[in-house]
């Protein structure tokens, strides 16, 4: 995996986000996260998988969002590249 930039939320202003639907992010994992997806009502959902500690999640054609030791990543590829804006990316970093 390429090296991580660290991402908040765009309704939050601080860094640190503890909680996502009652969970702990710091205790979410792949399974978890999909229990959180299934009561989310869009259109297509997420892709979601586990790649050693990481919990990875990406909605078809918009950016890759990483949970990994309690907080919320992108790619650095990800965040400096000119697909997605800044604000593109942590709007999905909101699990909805």
Known sequence: MCALK?????EYSERKIKRYY?????????????EVMNGVN????????????????QYPNKPLIIVKDGRLFTTEEMWDGK???DKEIRHQAKLN
Request: hydrophobic share 40%; glycine share 6%; with cysteine.
């Open 22 to 34: 009652g969970y702990k992010i710091a205790n979410l994992d792949a399974e978890k996260l999909q």
């Open 42 to 57: 869009v259109a297509q959902p997420p892709r979601i998988w586990q790649e050693g500690d990481m919990v990875c999640y």
């Open 6 to 10: 660290a991402v908040t939320p765009i």
């Open 83 to 85: 697909e997605f804006s």
